[in-house]
T-cell receptor, first 115, second 116 residues
Framework: EAQVTQNPRYLITVTGKKLTVTCSQN?????MSWYRQDPGLGLRQIYY???????DKGDVPEGYKVSRKEKRNFPLILESPSPNQTSLYFC??????????????FGPGTRLTVT | AQKVTQAQTEISVVEKEDVTLDCVYE???????LFWYKQPPSGELVFLIR??????QNEISGRYSWNFQKSTSSFNFTITASQVVDSAVYFC?????????????FGRGTSLIVHP
C-alpha cells in the first residue's frame, strides 16, 4: 500500500529538548516536504527536498532542520523546541515530472506540544 | 509571489443542499497547477483534484464538480446534494510549473459543516 508514515503521532516535550519526527514514504517519490498546520493559517511549508541530499527552505524554516540521506526518509529536527512550535505537522511526498507538480501524499500528522 | 484566498472560513448547510467553496488565486506564472484537498475530522489530508493552467474544462466526479475560470483566477468547488460525510476542512492549493517556485501555496481552508 502506497503510504507516508510519520512517527510519533503525538509528542509532548519541554522547551529546549531536541526532538526528531521521522517521515518515510514507499512510493519512490523524489519530492518530499514538511508542513505545519495552525488554526486559521492553513498549511505552511517548512522545508522541502527535491532529491537525496537536496533540501531547501519553505515559507517558515526558522527553528527547524531537515536531512535527506535516503530517498524514502525525510526527518524533521527541532534542535531547541519552543512553545511557538506547538503545532500539527505533516510530511508529504509527491512526483514532479519534468518540473510539473503532482498531488501530494500526506502522512497522518504529528501533533507536537512544547511546554 | 503566489497567493491563494479562500474567503469562506466556515460554511454550514443542511444535508442535501448544494454548496460551493470558493478559491481565488494569484500567480505571475503562466504554467501553474491547482489542487483541492479534503481534511475530514480524523485529520488526514486527502487529494481531490489537480488541474493545470492550460486545461479550463470543468470536471465532475460524482457529486463533486470543479469550475476553473482563468478570467477570474478562480477554481471553485461545488458539492451537490451534500451529505454529513462531506463535513471537513477543504484546502485549495497552487503550485507553479517548471521553472517556478517549488513551494506550494495553500489557502487557509474552508470548514464545511453539513447538518443532518
Amino acid at each position: 500500500e502506497a503510504q507516508v508514515t510519520q512517527n510519533p503521532r503525538y509528542l509532548i516535550t519541554v522547551t529546549g529538548k531536541k526532538l526528531t519526527v521521522t517521515c518515510s514514504q514507499n512510493m519512490n517519490h523524489e519530492y518530499m516536504s514538511w508542513y505545519r498546520q495552525d488554526p486559521g493559517l492553513g498549511l505552511r511549508q517548512i522545508y522541502y527536498s527535491m532529491n537525496v541530499e537536496v533540501t531547501d527552505k519553505g515559507d517558515v524554516p526558522e527553528g527547524y532542520k531537515v536531512s535527506r540521506k535516503e530517498k524514502r526518509n525525510f526527518p524533521l529536527i527541532l534542535e531547541s523546541p519552543s512553545p511557538n512550535q506547538t503545532s500539527l505537522y505533516f510530511c508529504a511526498s509527491s512526483l514532479r515530472v519534468r518540473g510539473s507538480p503532482y498531488e501530494q501524499y500526506f502522512g497522518p500528522g504529528t501533533r507536537l506540544t512544547v511546554t | 509571489a503566489q497567493k491563494v484566498t479562500q474567503a469562506q472560513t466556515e460554511i454550514s448547510v443542511v444535508e442535501k443542499e448544494d454548496v460551493t467553496l470558493d478559491c481565488v488565486y494569484e500567480t505571475r506564472d503562466t504554467t501553474y497547477y491547482l489542487f483541492w484537498y479534503k481534511q475530514p475530522p480524523s485529520g488526514e489530508l486527502v487529494f481531490l483534484i489537480r488541474r493545470n493552467s492550460f486545461d479550463e474544462q470543468n470536471e465532475i466526479s460524482g457529486r463533486y464538480s470543479w469550475n476553473f475560470q482563468k478570467s477570474t483566477s478562480s477554481f471553485n468547488f461545488t458539492i451537490t446534494a451534500s451529505q454529513v460525510v462531506d463535513s471537513a476542512v477543504y484546502f485549495c492549493a497552487l503550485s507553479e510549473g517548471p521553472g517556478g517556485s517549488y513551494i506550494p501555496t495553500f489557502g487557509r481552508g474552508t470548514s464545511l459543516i453539513v447538518h443532518p
